[in-house]
T-cell receptor, first 118, second 114 residues
Framework: AQKVTQAQTEISVVEKEDVTLDCVYE???????LFWYKQPPSGELVFLIRRNSFDEQNEISGRYSWNFQKSTSSFNFTITASQVVDSAVYFC???????????????FGEGTQLTVNP | DTEVTQTPKHLVMGMTNKKSLKCEQH?????MYWYKQKAKKPPELMFVYSYEKLSINESVPSRFSPECPNSSLLNLHLHALQPEDSALYLC?????????????FGPGTRLLVL
């Protein structure tokens, strides 16, 4: 069965520091999809990125970057020069190509609470 | 436009009340989802609708009754809830009900059951 582990429950940094949020996953499928979502205090989950299992190219979007490594089953997320507005809970999630009914299921990690202090 | 709207934002209800949560999207998505999220926990899937048909029910108690009147609307009817049902209820939608599809979430309804 699939599993996502976000070992860091809480991280606190000072503004302008770089911070990396770890995500390790387990799956028996060879085809799967990984996601990162941000949940600010308002509650809405904001989609950040999707990565396919067959595409290991790392991605950068502004201050955000993602490092996908199949060899270690990790999909880590780095925020460069953090800002107070980055304070939120960040969830890593996995969906497997698996069976017909498994496709809609997102398996979430427990989330990492990031606090960026001014 | 990746907007999913939910009403109401907040809801307080007694255990004998009947209420409904509403979710709407105008992205042409054919899959819609209900999640329940307790404090400091990840969202838990409750129901999935695909092309207006219920495709997944994660063994949710019958006091929660979903309804999909059309491809843009999703309701969650609540009846005889328990205090432990207090949570944030999130709606999401995706293009199709497939693993590669990104789910877009609404802002949620914060429910308090007294």
């Amino acid at each position: 069965a699939q599993k996502v582990t976000q070992a860091q429950t809480e991280i606190s940094v000072v503004e302008k520091e770089d911070v990396t949020l770890d995500c390790v996953y387990e799956t028996r499928d060879t085809t799967y999809y990984l996601f990162w979502y941000k949940q600010p205090p308002s509650g809405e989950l904001v989609f950040l990125i999707r990565r396919n299992s067959f595409d290991e190219q790392n991605e950068i979007s502004g201050r955000y970057s993602w490092n996908f490594q199949k060899s270690t089953s990790s999909f880590n997320f780095t925020i460069t020069a953090s800002q107070v507005v980055d304070s939120a809970v960040y969830f890593c999630a996995l969906s497997e190509a698996g069976g017909e009914t498994s496709g809609s299921r997102l398996t979430f990690g427990e989330g990492t609470q990031l606090t960026v202090n001014p | 436009d990746t907007e999913v709207t939910q009403t109401p934002k907040h809801l307080v209800m007694g255990m004998t009340n009947k209420k409904s949560l509403k979710c709407e999207q105008h992205m042409g998505h054919r899959a819609m989802y209900w999640y329940k999220q307790k404090a400091k926990k990840p969202p838990e899937l409750m129901f999935v609708y695909s092309y207006e048909k219920l495709s997944i029910n994660e063994s949710v108690p019958s006091r929660f009754s979903p309804e999909c009147p059309n491809s843009s609307l999703l309701n969650l009817h609540l009846h005889a809830l328990q205090p432990e049902d207090s949570a944030l209820y999130l709606c999401a939608s995706s293009q199709e009900s497939r693993p590669q599809e990104t789910q877009y979430f609404g802002p949620g309804t914060r429910l308090l059951v007294l």
